[in-house]
Structures are given as structure tokens and as C-alpha cells.
């Protein structure tokens, strides 16, 4: 057995809320190794957001361990934890995040920015992960001039252009309709098959099922962890959605 | 990150946001522009003073005769004959840090001379005097020691008496009557203008002076040759008080004064009245780079304001941009690196416009003024000190923002 990639013991989160205390993860010990696709599932408040702030180095335990490819992260001073979701994190959110008035290469360079390359490799590195995405031809374009999923995979570009260990989706498909989700996660399935890391986080059934693991969360607590037995292929499913389209 | 791609997304910030980041600069505008056409209204006025000091000498001490006393009023400084030609030849001789001593007598006549008559005030000096008042010959020549041992009849003429005896035409060899005694003109001054007391110092002849007592005062059969006045110019460096201690024992000595006594002679230092106008001037001066600096320091908190509503808005690129790995000081650098970009955008035209300004005041309302680098360079740097300042309170702000709580602000 080979280490995991991801190792939580005890993972607990306690926020305090206007004077209440909120718990809002008790304890979850999950691993998870490289080359897993996970979907985390459960109903809003039952952790799994915070878990993945925690797991993306957002947010830091009130107690417990979190260790990424073996190195242990809590403990890690502000500074550090920046230099990991640099250099070996991919995020991507449910309102995409990028910068407005900002074009496509300029968004997906951005983490480079933050290492120290220098611009000419940069502005390289960005478009070869622009064309990964398949938008090659929309560099100069700003998120305004962008549809929704256009602007989510540049999302996804940005989160691949550091080559990270890890790509961590938080409801990436929560602001897109059907077809455009099932591309997207069309997207994420086909980088888990080159090897890619990628949790998921999500409340839709549907969604979870493009993944290869689920576990699902319910009040802090890891309720059910259960493999995937035949992962829905998105890519497929796009085909035959974009057919059953009026022309 | 690297300082030239922060200045970069600095000025995508603040293009962004056009009219406000206008609106912000004016302030630090009228600021810098306020500060230095202050400073070069208020040191060119100082300037003015200065010139006008070194024009009449700053280390000038006039050396006039004492009081006398008719019946028990006394008659004022000048009014006795005490000092004579051998007084003034004694200072320049015995007193070491004394540059030139100009014994001088004064009179007041009528010239004739060209087609026109003047009435003017002459005087009858030694070449001295021109060392001792700052004179300088325009044409012409001046006079030589054997003009003075000979009492030639020659004549220096101002500026005033040349145009209002000879108009265009060259005086220099014509034939001037000064109190109806014919002198040759042999050359003219330069130009004065106007003394601190609104005197025109053109309007004036210089004759020998032993021309003067013997052909036009008509005091040559006096034993002592007495004088009008001593100029007395101080050398460089020299202190003036000690100049002044020297010169007064020294005329005691020769005068023979008692110790209980007092002086039968009255020495004037201009330079004081003159250095209590500078100050006053200087003071002034301060004071309006004071009340300028109170409009930089506005200008330096509608910075700060901005910035606070900035880091505000855009509290989820910062979020953002740390999720992608921007450490705090990134986040600290780009908000500082942004108010420092506004402010000294803001200072580079405050220095445009006031330099413009400064120009239009001296142009059109005829005030003088001063512009040296240094007032440019100081509002650069205080442009810059002023970013730095009243950003790095927002920035710090920003850069101590939690990613989480920054990417879920709404």
C-alpha cells in the first residue's frame, strides 16, 4: 500500500458565532491516495465545505492532523500554508473567482505570479493550460466576454497551471445548467485519467456519480464512504445531451 | 512578485476605477501644486530682500558726524562737523577688517546740461565709494586718485539725470553746470532702481570730492576738511560688531573723547533694518508652505479613504489571489505599491501645475519668484512619504485578511 496522498486524523473545526459555538467538523480520519477522483456529499451544514477549506489549506484545524503527500500541514505558519495552495493546490470554485477586467491568460497566470516566475514563461505556461482547457482562442478575452462554462474552465486552466498534486472543486457545477456541467465534469474526469488528484465537493447526486469514491458527510461526521462501482462517463453523456438539443 | 508587475496591476486598479482615482489624485494635486508655488512666491520675495540688501551692501555702516546743541535742543545726527577726510583715510588704514572707507560730502543743486535743467543731489566722493556703495561705472570711466588730488571738474552721471538732461543722446564728454560750475561728464552710472525707502538712486551726480568742497560748496578755506558722511565697507566674513567696536574706539582715540563722554559721531548699520525685513519675510514665507502642507496632508487622507473602500470592494480578489498562494506581504506590497502609484501620479502633476502656476503668478501679477529643485524634489518625496503613510494602514488591513473569511465575503 502506498502512502496517501491526503491523510486527516481526528479533523475537528470549531467556530464560535456570535457567541454560539459552532462544530462544525467532530472528528474525520479519511484517506485519500493520488489518482482518486472523491466526491464529497451532504446536506449544507454537515462540514463538507469546511473540510475542504481545511483540506486546501484555506482554513486551519482547531485540532486534529492533516497530513498532504506526508508532510504534516497543521502547525504551518500563514506563509507556508500560502506557498502549498501555490505551488501544490488547484482551486476551483462555484462562482469561478476570476478577476474582472482581467483577461483569460492574465487570471490562469496569476498563481505564477505569486512564485516568482518570470513573465515571458508565464504568459507560455498560461496558454499551454488554456489549450488544455480548450479555449485556446479566448486568451485576451475578459470573464464578461466568457460564458459561464467558458469562464469555469478557465477557472479549471488556472487551477492546472502550477501543475499541483491536487485539484480541489468546491460545487463547480453549482452556477451551470445541465450540458455545461456535464462538460466541465467531462473535464475534471478527463485530467483524473491522466493521473490528476481531484476532489469534489458537491450536493447533487448526479454529479457525485462522475466520481470514482463518495463520501458523504452529515453533521460534522463522515456518515458514508463508498466507491463509485461504474462511474457515469460526462463526456458521453454531453454527446447525447447536445444531440437531444433543439437545433 | 516583483515590484514592476505590482505597479502593473497597481495601475490596472486605479484605471479600473477612472474618476475615482481622478478625484483622489486632486487632492494630492492641489497639495504638491499649493506647496510649491508657495515656496517660490515666498522665497522669491525673500530673494527680492536679498538683492535689494546686496545691493546696498550688506556689511555697509554709514558713519555720520554727532549732534550739536543750540539752546538746549538738540539738532540731530550730522548737524556738527566732526568727521573729516583724515577720519575716513584712518579706518580704511588702522582697521583691518575694513574693506573700503568712502569719506562723502552731500549737496543739492541745479544742473544744466544738453538742452534741459535738473535739480538733483551730488556727491563728492573718493574712488572708494564706488567699492563701499556697490557702484559700477555703465560707460565711461571713473575717477582716478589724480582727479581727486587735482579737484578736476568731472562728473558721473545716474541713469535719471542722463535721461532727463540728454534724453537718447550720449553724455559721455558733454559739458554739465552743476550750481553754475561747468564739469565734463566722463561717464555714467549703472542702474539701481528703487531703494527699500522708495528713493530713486539714479537721480544722482558723483563729482571728487575735493571738487566738490573747493569748486561747489565753496568750504576751501576751512583747515579741516570735514565730511558729509563715511561709507564703511566691512570685508567678507568679517564680524560686523567687532568692526563697528574697532572703528568707534578707534575715532574716540582720534577725537580725543573722554571715557564718561559720549560719541561726538553715529554709526549706522543698515543691514539690521534690512535682516528684520528678511526674517519677516522668511516667517511669512513659512507660513504659507504651512497652510500649503495643511492641503497635502487632506489630500494625503482622501488616499487613505480611497484605499479603505478599496481594499473593501475588492475584499474577494484578495481572498482570491491568496487562495492562488499570495502570501500577506504580497497582498501588503500591491496595496501599498497602489497608493504610493496614486500619490505620486498625483505629485507629478501637483509639481506640473504648480511650476505652471508659479510661472502665471510671476507672469501675470508680477511678483517674483524662486523655483529651485529642492521645493520639487521635497514634494516628490513627500508625495511618496504621503502614499506610503496613509496606505499602509489599508494595505496592512488587507494583508491580514483570512483567505476563507476573504473568499466568502459578500
Known amino acids: 500500500m502506498p502512502t496517501p496522498l491526503i491523510t486527516t486524523r481526528d479533523l475537528s473545526k470549531t467556530y464560535e458565532l456570535g457567541g454560539f459555538v459552532v462544530q462544525a467538523l467532530r472528528g474525520v480520519s479519511l484517506d485519500i491516495y493520488a489518482g482518486e477522483f472523491v466526491a464529497v456529499m451532504g446536506p449544507s451544514g454537515s462540514g463538507k465545505s469546511t473540510f475542504m477549506n481545511l483540506l486546501g489549506c484555506l482554513d486551519t484545524p482547531t485540532s486534529g492532523e492533516y497530513l498532504l503527500a506526508g508532510e504534516r500541514i497543521s502547525g504551518l505558519d500563514s506563509d507556508a500554508l500560502a506557498g502549498i495552495r501555490n505551488r501544490r493546490i488547484g482551486f476551483v470554485f462555484q462562482s469561478f473567482n476570476l478577476l474582472p477586467r482581467t483577461s483569460a491568460l492574465e487570471n490562469i497566470a496569476l498563481p505564477l505570479l505569486y512564485c516568482g516566475v518570470p513573465a515571458e514563461a508565464r504568459n507560455r505556461r498560461a496558454a499551454a493550460s488554456l489549450a488544455e482547457v480548450g479555449l485556446a482562442d479566448r486568451g485576451h478575452h475578459h470573464p464578461a466576454q466568457l460564458s459561464g462554462g467558458q469562464q469555469q474552465r478557465v477557472a479549471i486552466a488556472r487551477a492546472l497551471v502550477n501543475e499541483p498534486v491536487l485539484i480541489l472543486a468546491d460545487e463547480p457545477t453549482g452556477a451551470l445548467d445541465t450540458l455545461t456541467s456535464c462538460e466541465v465534469m467531462a473535464l475534471l474526469q478527463q485530467l483524473n485519467a491522466r493521473g490528476m488528484t481531484v476532489i469534489l465537493v458537491t450536493h447533487e447526486h448526479d454529479i457525485a456519480e462522475f466520481a470514482k469514491r463518495v463520501v458523504t458527510f452529515r453533521d460534522g461526521r463522515v456518515v458514508e464512504d463508498r466507491a463509485v462501482e461504474k462511474p457515469r462517463d460526462a463526456a458521453a453523456l454531453a454527446i447525447e445531451l447536445r444531440a437531444e438539443q433543439p437545433a | 512578485m516583483n515590484i514592476l508587475a505590482s505597479i502593473r496591476i497597481a495601475l490596472r486598479a486605479l484605471r479600473i476605477n477612472k474618476l475615482r482615482s481622478a478625484l483622489t489624485m486632486l487632492g494630492i494635486i492641489i497639495g504638491v501644486a499649493a506647496v510649491i508655488t508657495m515656496i517660490a512666491v515666498g522665497s522669491g520675495a525673500q530673494q527680492r530682500i536679498e538683492d535689494q540688501i546686496k545691493g546696498l551692501g550688506t556689511n555697509l555702516i554709514i558713519l555720520l558726524p554727532g549732534s550739536t546743541t543750540s539752546g538746549g535742543a538738540r ?71 589724480a582727479d581727486i588730488a587735482g579737484a578736476a571738474k568731472v562728473a558721473l552721471l545716474g541713469d535719471t539725470v542722463v535721461r532727463n538732461l540728454f534724453g537718447e543722446t550720449d553724455p559721455i564728454g558733454q559739458v554739465v553746470r552743476i550750481r553754475k560750475v561747468p564739469f565734463i561728464v566722463i561717464g555714467t552710472l549703472e542702474k539701481k532702481g528703487q531703494s527699500l525707502m522708495g528713493q530713486d538712486q539714479d537721480d544722482v551726480i558723483l563729482m571728487p570730492i575735493s571738487t566738490a568742497r573747493k569748486r561747489v560748496l565753496g568750504q576751501g578755506a576751512g583747515r579741516l576738511r570735514t565730511v558729509g558722511s563715511v561709507s564703511i565697507k566691512v570685508r567678507d566674513g568679517e564680524d560686523m560688531a567687532e568692526a563697528e567696536a574697532q572703528i568707534r574706539s578707534l575715532l574716540r582715540q582720534r577725537h580725543r573723547i573722554q571715557q564718561d563722554r559720549e560719541d561726538d559721531f553715529t554709526l549706522r548699520n543698515l543691514s539690521e533694518v534690512l535682516a528684520t525685513r528678511e526674517e519677516s519675510s522668511r516667517i511669512m514665507g513659512l507660513l504659507l508652505a504651512a497652510v500649503a502642507s495643511v492641503s497635502l496632508l487632506v489630500g494625503g487622507i482622501g488616499i487613505m479613504n480611497i484605499m479603505l473602500v478599496s481594499v473593501t470592494e475588492r475584499t474577494r480578489e484578495i481572498g482570491l489571489r491568496m487562495a492562488v498562494g499570495a502570501r500577506g506581504r504580497d497582498i501588503l506590497t500591491q496595496f501599498l505599491v497602489e497608493a504610493i502609484t496614486l500619490a505620486l501620479i498625483g505629485g507629478l502633476l501637483g509639481i506640473a501645475l504648480g511650476v505652471g502656476g508659479s510661472v502665471a503668478i510671476s507672469q501675470f501679477v508680477g511678483w517674483p519668484i524662486a523655483l529651485g529643485i529642492e521645493p520639487v524634489v521635497l514634494a516628490v518625496g513627500f508625495a511618496a512619504g504621503i502614499g506610503i503613510f496613509f496606505g499602509f494602514y489599508p494595505a496592512r488591513k488587507a494583508s491580514r485578511l483570512l483567505p476563507i473569511e476573504a473568499l466568502r465575503y459578500e
Open chain 2, 75 to 145: 539738532m540731530g545726527a550730522g548737524s556738527r562737523n566732526t568727521l573729516t577726510e583724515e577720519d575716513a583715510y584712518a579706518i580704511q588704514r588702522d582697521v583691518p577688517a575694513v574693506q573700503a572707507s568712502a569719506p562723502t560730502l552731500r549737496g543739492t543743486g541745479q544742473v544744466v546740461g544738453g538742452t534741459a535743467n535738473w535739480s538733483t543731489v551730488f556727491y563728492g566722493v573718493t574712488p572708494e565709494y564706488f567699492e563701499a556703495r556697490n557702484w559700477v561705472v555703465a560707460q565711461g570711466k571713473g575717477f582716478e586718485p
